[in-house]
């Protein structure tokens, strides 16, 4: 894989891998920045959330059931 590279050459590819995990790691920083304050403004549109995705999963989990008994 890195046989025929430098000591040099290996750590700017180390670099390089480095500053792209960095640069992602801030990407995905800013959209769970904003995906928080998106749901700080809107603590009532939060708590519907929740309770459709329990609704969701109760259901799911009653057709389940009703499946394995069929």
Do not use: C, Y
């Amino acid at each position: 894989m890195s046989a025929g590279r430098s000591p040099n050459e290996r750590v700017a590819v180390l670099e390089q891998k480095v500053l792209r995990v960095e640069t992602e790691l801030a990407r995905m920083s800013t959209k769970v920045d904003e995906m928080h304050a998106v749901l700080m403004q809107a603590k009532g549109v939060r708590w519907a959330i929740v309770a459709v995705a329990g609704v969701v999963g109760f259901v799911t989990g009653i057709s389940q059931w009703l499946m394995a008994k069929a």
